[in-house]
């Protein structure tokens, strides 16, 4: 069954909520919740050829990542442009600069509308994508939080003044709109799992707080199930494609063509293993570099790709790193 959850964002977010990191926040809140044996036996499940919890990244409410595809033919985007530049000079020139300025930066739009993409999912196209965007205008859009810089300094234990050099230094951090909503997709091979996912927030993720200085405000989190949400975005009569919903590495990859942005993951580890060891002695937060794929890519395949749990990502075997997926499937229409 699938879900989609509302996150509304009470405080400054220090961390993303992707999808891998979601998932180690969840291993977490099980381990406290249930214990150690509880853990392992989610992990086993996990690590299956059919796992039986998947979900998404986070994303601005109403709206799905932008998927890879190459862009339309020449031909195709001066077409284009000299449409939404119709209204906006006097002769062809005119209207194909300002047209090809406008498309530029309907290219460079990171979200696309969930309803947009139930309109397109039969016949996804760049062409028609730019269009839906296009008419959607530049006020609804998803606001970006406000990044600020914040000091800070180290003092030193000698005679508790500030270190020098190199004691004063500065983190980045993330405001949202007052109300900002993002949304976590999800898919439940039955109640259990989707009864331990809404435990798991609820009971051990939203009072302690999401990610990096949960213990000076960052991550404050509200969850609740989104009752309006209509599921039809994951059905498809005959998909010819999927776009990833999460922070993915894939299990094979796929024979057809694919498009994606890669992103390099420099992962740490959280909990009590961020003080001391997984075997008690001393901190070793740092897993290994992990090559992952972003949200929106896209795979040409009758079949929805299939991510897999990381092994081998840090010196203890122990610790694992999701690379599972969610995709949502769609008919490509080509190029054009």
């Not at 989609?4 to 999808?19: M, V």
């Not at 007052?178 to 009864?195: G, I, M, S």
């Amino acid at each position: 069954m699938y879900a989609r959850y509302n996150l509304r964002i009470k405080s400054r977010l220090q961390t993303p909520l992707q999808s891998d990191t979601i998932f180690g926040h969840l291993c977490w809140a099980i381990r406290d919740l249930d214990g150690e044996a509880a853990l392992t036996d989610f992990l086993k499940s996990m690590d299956s050829h059919s796992p039986p919890l998947l979900f998404s990244s986070g994303f601005p409410h109403g709206f799905l990542p932008r998927p890879v595809l190459p862009p339309p033919s020449r031909q195709s985007t001066r077409t284009l442009a000299l449409q939404i530049g119709h209204n906006l000079a006097d002769h062809e020139q005119g209207r194909l600069f300002l047209g090809l300025s406008r498309v530029k930066k309907l290219m460079n739009q990171p979200w696309v509308r969930v309803s947009d993409w139930s309109s397109l999912q039969e016949n996804f196209t760049h062409t028609g994508l730019l269009h839906a965007l296009e008419a959607a205008g530049s006020e609804d859009r998803p606001k970006a939080p406000t990044s600020l810089a914040r000091a800070h300094v180290s003092l030193s234990r000698q005679d508790n003044r500030v270190l020098d050099p190199g004691g004063l230094y500065f983190t980045r951090e993330h405001w949202y709109p007052e109300n900002t909503y993002l949304d976590v997709y999800c898919w439940f091979a039955d109640n259990f799992w989707q009864d331990l996912w809404e435990r798991a927030w609820k009971q051990a993720i939203c009072p302690i707080g999401f990610g990096k200085d949960k213990s000076t405000g960052a991550g404050r989190l509200d969850m609740h199930r989104d009752q309006d949400f209509d599921p039809s975005i994951f059905t498809h009569p005959e998909p010819t494609a999927w776009m990833n919903l999460s922070h993915a590495c894939l299990e094979e990859f796929p024979v057809g063509r694919c498009w994606y942005r890669p992103h390099l993951k420099l992962g740490k580890l959280g909990g009590t293993f961020a003080v001391h060891g997984p075997d008690g002695g001393r901190a070793n937060p740092f897993k290994k570099p992990i090559l992952m794929q972003e949200p929106g890519s896209v795979s040409l395949s009758p079949n929805s790709p299939q991510g897999r749990l990381l092994s081998n990502v840090h010196t203890d075997e122990r610790i694992r790193h999701s690379g599972l997926c969610l995709c949502i499937p769609f008919a490509y229409g080509g190029s054009a």
